[in-house]
């Protein structure tokens, strides 16, 4: 492509990336309304939440809409893209809703809350350009945009010495997985000749690369998408940092970047490099990797006693089941992939949340703290228990249906041994789920164990996010059809 | 002997792996940090080498402008959280920053 060829992007263009450009100003005002309103964190945090809820609402517009290519070809706007925007908006709102009560975030010796929201801002924003992006440039600026910011959020108690090893882990991993992401992705360009996933497309299809140079291309990539989703063995990361960050951070970081990431993937590999799949088995690596990801996550989340640490493990786990869908290839695997991953965002999200909850009184988040508490604070045990039977997969909730539509698309391509795997896989995850139960309800509290007084606003988020795993679990069909909407014009199938 | 495509990549792998190597092997934060710059300009070679020689075009040019500023913004927030870790630990190796069970 010569200087001439460039497209300057058409300022109408904007009207299709307005969710983004609503995001990202939201970012700028917040910090700017930190400057000048300072020490009264409200403001960056009513910007950043009416931001959210806009993108939001400009967000449904898109479900229905064919492919249209924006912003001089670097971004494409269609109705998966809109999913992912309706799906990052809402982890964006809970995540504010979970952070504004949490004395991690809102204590009294923090410094810099405006600047957290506004972070929570340009992440999202962020993470809708990683769904979007179709170019192999895009690709990379908006993971390292999301992951910068992610960096700076896990350190944000700096004075905390977990959260400063946390931030470390993550920024040395992240580093170095991208950079190695970035040198495969310089050798598909001169294996191609392209940067767009299209040009990609055709030159894999016209078969550009032999076997060996392509299974280094994916090895390559695989390094900085899997450290994205957390998935083995690019996984030291996740457990170090979830433990580590304000717990607020760690319920963002479990769902919001693993569902871009998953995005992300979905739109490169499905589009590029499925002409590829004769030369290179790319399948048969992410089955193995999916099954190596989930036995793992699920094996050793069994020995923890940190519940931080365990749902980071199960959040592990959960990478590998979404990974047995993603391989499959065809429309009902996408489905299931993105109506899992709503139901994911709930159940982990309000999991996260009941940690956050009681670390206000407890300051702690280990499991023998948590004895009695099914007794001690009846109505937030109760929700948890339903997180926890949604995590595991047991009807009548969300994860159930969830995992059904999921198991469903595998078998129907007759993947039969990976399902198998992924069903003894949700019964080894019963056992840990349990273990926090049977302590909640079976294990007698202390004498003098500390009351457990829970912030009203987050009791208000627990049953915002507790009744739609309920919910979803009897009547999911309007949350399915929203799937099933947003990949109807997705071309790659 | 003209300087083709094949001397550029075997500069970029030997960076690549150099960085890799030092990422490996070195323990002081900031000297990790110095093998990541070393892996992102290896593949910012191969993407100016293969621009000139596969592609023809500037595209793969633009990407390395775009990695040079993106390279600087990483290396201001990584080195913000070295500081960060200098404050809390007095040190800046990474093996004796493991208060996390492993």
């Given at each position: ?90 982890i964006a709102v809970a995540t504010l809703l979970v952070s504004w009560a949490s004395e991690e975030i809102m204590g009294r010796s923090r410094e810099n809350k405006g600047e957290y929201y506004a972070l929570i801002a340009l992440m999202t924003g962020g993470m809708m350009v990683m769904a979007e992006a179709r170019d ?358 | ?5 094949e001397h550029y990549l075997t500069v970029s792998a030997l960076l690549f792996g150099l960085g890799l190597y030092a990422v490996l092997t070195r323990r002081n934060a900031v000297a990790l940090l110095m093998g990541v710059e070393l892996i992102l300009n290896a593949a910012n070679l191969n993407f100016v080498a293969f ?52």
């Amino acid at each position: 492509m010569s200087v001439d060829m460039l497209q300057i992007p058409d300022w109408s263009d904007l009207g299709g990336f307005l969710p983004e450009t609503v995001m990202f100003g939201a970012f700028l005002l917040a910090l700017l309304g930190d400057l000048v309103v300072r020490r009264r964190p409200v403001v960056p945090f009513a910007v950043v939440m009416a931001g959210a809820l806009t993108a939001l609402a400009l967000s449904f517009a898109g479900l229905d809409a064919p492919e249209r290519t924006i912003l001089g070809g670097l971004v494409v706007v269609d109705g998966m893209a809109a999913f992912f925007r309706i799906l990052f908006s809402l982890i964006a709102v809970a995540t504010l809703l979970v952070s504004w009560a949490s004395e991690e975030i809102m204590g009294r010796s923090r410094e810099n809350k405006g600047e957290y929201y506004a972070l929570i801002a340009l992440m999202t924003g962020g993470m809708m350009v990683m769904a979007e992006a179709r170019d192999l440039l895009m690709l990379y600026l908006s993971l390292e945009l999301v992951s910068l910011s992610s960096y700076v959020m896990a350190g944000y108690m700096r004075n905390s010495l977990r959260a400063t090893e946390a931030s470390l882990k993550y920024v040395i991993f992240g580093a170095v997985s991208s950079g190695v992401m970035l040198y495969g992705l310089s050798l598909l360009y001169g294996l191609t000749g392209s940067l767009t996933y299209a040009g990609v497309r055709d030159a894999l299809a016209a078969g550009a690369g032999d076997p060996l140079s392509l299974l280094t291309v994916c090895v390559l990539l695989l390094a900085g998408l899997g450290y994205k989703i957390a998935m083995v063995p690019f996984h030291f990361w996740a457990p170090d940092v979830y433990e580590g960050a304000p717990t607020p951070v760690s319920a963002f970081f479990s769902v919001g970047p693993k569902a871009a990431g998953f995005a992300l993937m979905i739109r490169f590999f499905y589009t590029t490099m499925q002409p590829a799949v004769d030369r290179v088995d790319w399948r048969l690596l992410i089955a193995v990797l999916s099954v190596a990801t989930m036995t793992f996550g699920n094996l050793v989340a069994v020995r923890q006693v940190n519940v931080k640490r365990l749902l980071a493990y199960s959040s592990i786990a959960h990478a590998g089941y979404l990974l047995m869908g993603f391989l499959m290839l065809t429309a009902e695997g996408l489905q299931a992939i993105l109506f899992y991953l709503l139901v994911y965002a709930l159940m982990n999200l309000g999991a996260f949340l009941f940690v956050v909850a009681l670390n206000n009184s407890l300051k702690s988040e280990h499991l023998d703290d948590y004895a009695g508490l099914g007794f001690r604070s009846p109505w937030a045990a109760a929700m948890m228990i339903v997180f926890l039977f949604s995590l595991t997969g047991l009807p009548p909730t969300a994860g159930f249906i969830g995992k059904f539509y999921l198991f469903a698309a595998v078998m129907h391509e007759g993947w039969y041994w990976l399902a198998i795997v992924g069903v003894l896989n949700s019964v080894v995850s019963l056992f840990y789920y349990m273990k926090i139960a049977r302590t909640m309800y079976f294990t007698k509290a202390p004498a003098d164990a500390p009351a457990v007084p829970i912030a009203p606003l987050h009791y208000v988020t627990l049953v915002l996010l507790a009744a739609p795993t309920l919910f979803l679990g009897l009547y999911w069909g309007g949350f399915k059809d929203l799937a099933d909407r947003a990949v109807q014009h997705f071309t790659a199938l | 002997m003209t300087v083709g495509l094949e001397h550029y990549l075997t500069v970029s792998a030997l960076l690549f792996g150099l960085g890799l190597y030092a990422v490996l092997t070195r323990r002081n934060a900031v000297a990790l940090l110095m093998g990541v710059e070393l892996i992102l300009n290896a593949a910012n070679l191969n993407f100016v080498a293969f621009a000139r020689f596969v592609d023809g075009g500037v595209e793969g040019h633009i990407v390395a402008a775009f990695v040079i500023v993106l390279a600087a913004a990483e290396a201001a927030v990584a080195l913000a959280i070295v500081l960060a870790m200098f404050r809390n630990f007095g040190t800046v190796n990474v093996d004796t920053v493991n208060r996390l069970k492993r």
